[in-house]
Each structure stands twice: as structure tokens, then as C-alpha cells.
């Protein structure tokens, strides 16, 4: 029998996990390719739609994949790191921004509604940050793990595809510092304005990470040591969200920068753990497109958006729909009686 994810109690177990979740069904992608290839019009002229409609066919393992229940997580942590004067906006705001987003209010839910998806928002101990990553590690591996765990259990494993988000104050620091100690290169790289930093606020940041890559230089090796370095409790429930979500072949859209960099540590453990993921957008921070070049992955969108909160998964879940429905309702060129396929 394959193990539960969770609870795992250790990142050893949990890394042995990983390597044994399933792959996406081979015969659906060939037959899902052949019926692309058997419909009215020119073989290829759909572009991207039709490895949209490819892609979900091998995650749901049928050649006529459907959206019946479209599932919206966002996540919410708090981050110790704001001590260091990193973030424009004060940490309340992401108290706040969870009751708008639970009174209906945020551009999520809008988003969501446009798009056909239902939102679940996850607030994670808001009112005990995560420990300051530049004077030690932002969480222990207990708290990674339980994160993680309830990430996944707020996977619906009936849901046909599942939405990716987060809302955290100062997360647009951990999410460069996790790229920046996963992938290299040097802080600023990786840094970029978030919900609006200047450019003396981007310096800070950068000076912040290293010092942080410093102090934790011997996690540097391990990629869940480095999510228990730089944090946060979003990131680690996005990490058990993606890895719940593969456990019942339900295919992902993961969001921006900071949603995107959560789920690179499971990329960092296993190159293909993200195989069932799509990335619904380009974001406008920066440090997005570098990770996207890094993950060999091309954003559904390119809106200029840096919003968060699931937006741009949400907006990439209307071209899905699309492709689905090209996949699914037209006909043959042999039911339409049209020369030539
Ligand atoms: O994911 C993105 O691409 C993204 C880009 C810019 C800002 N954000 C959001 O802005 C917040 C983090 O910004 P900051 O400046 O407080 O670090 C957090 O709530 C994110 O959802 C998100
Ligand atoms: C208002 C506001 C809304 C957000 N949504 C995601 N991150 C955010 C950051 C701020 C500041």
C-alpha cells in the first residue's frame, strides 16, 4: 500500500514520499493528442489550448478531460521578517485582507467567480509570525510538517482542478530568499518591489537575504531545511497542497512569484514534482520569470499582474475552461463531413 503524505513525521519520511507519487496516464495524453488531431482544423492551429487540453487529459487519465469542480485554496501566514522593515504595508493587513477576502470583497473572489472556481481561504496562525529568518530559522521542522499537513488536508479530492494562492505581509522577501538559497545567483536577482517596496526598500531586501543565506548556510543543501529556514507557513501549506493534489492526479495552477517559489522547494527535491503543475501567469516581479526559466515552465498569461491571492491562477483557469471546451464539443472532421483530416 502507498503511504499517506501525512502526517509524516520527519522530512526523511517525507522526501522517501515524494519520489513514489504517481505520473500522469500515458494512453490518455496519446489518445487526447489523437482526438486534437481528428478535429476540425488545421493540425496545431489551436497552439496552446490544445497542450492545455493534452495536459489535463493525462492527469485525469481520459481522453475527454472535464472541469465539474474547480477548488481555490489561498493560504495566509505572517513572517517574523517583517521586523527588518522589509514590507511597505503593515503585517495587519493580512488579518484584514483574510476577512475581506471572507466578505467577498478581494479581487479573488471576483476572480473566482468569473472563472468558475470555489475559494477556501486558509489563515495559519496569523497571530504568531514566523521567527525573523536573518537571526535564526523561521520555523522548526514540526511546525514545516504541520503546515504542510494542513495544506493538504484542505485538498478536495474530488475536485477536477485545483487553484493555488497566498496573502502574507513580507512573503515577497521569503519567496526571493527561498529562490535565492535554492537556485543561487545573488539576492537582488531574485528581489523585486512586492506590494510596492522602492528602490531603497529592494536594497534593504537584498542586504536582509543574504545575511539570511549566511546565517543558514548549512540548510543550503536541503530544500526542506531551506523552507524551515526562510519560512513561511503558506509556502510549506502550498508545498502539502501540491503534493496532496499529485497524491489524487488533480492538475495545479500555481499563481505568481510567491506562490511559484513555494512550490520550487518540491521542484528542488524531485525535478519532476511539479510535472502537474501549470503556472497560470507571468507575474510583474521580476524574480518571477527567472524562476519560471529555472522550472522550464511557460505562464498560461502575461498580464502584467502582481497581485497574488490566486489571481492570475484564477484568470489562467478561464483559458482552461476554453481549451476544454474546444477538446470536448467539436467535431471530427469525419462527424462534420469536412475534407482533409
Ligand atoms: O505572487 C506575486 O507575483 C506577487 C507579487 C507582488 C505582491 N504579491 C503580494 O504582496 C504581498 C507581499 O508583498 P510584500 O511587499 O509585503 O512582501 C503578498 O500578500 C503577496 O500576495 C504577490
Ligand atoms: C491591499 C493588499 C492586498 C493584497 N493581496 C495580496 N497581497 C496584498 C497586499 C496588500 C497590501
New binding site residues.
Partial sequence: MIQPLFPAPSFSDLRDRVVALPDADAGAIKAARARQDSLTKPPGSLGRLEDLAVFMAGWHGVARPRIAQAQALVFAGNHGICAQGVNP?PQE?TAQ?VANFQAGG?AINQLCRASGAELTVIALDLERPTADFSAGPAMREAEVLDAMARGAQAVDPGADVLILGE?G?GNSTVAAALTRALFGGTADEWVGPG?GSDSEGLRLKARVIEAGVARHAAALADPLAVLAAFGGREQAAICGAVLAARAARIPVILDGFICTAAAAVLHALDAGALDHCLVGHASAEPGHRRLLGVLGKKAVLDLGMR???GSGAAVALGVLRAALAAHDGMATFAEAGVSGG
Fill in positions: 504595508f493587513v485582507m478581494a496573502m505581509i506590494a497581485l497574488g491571492e
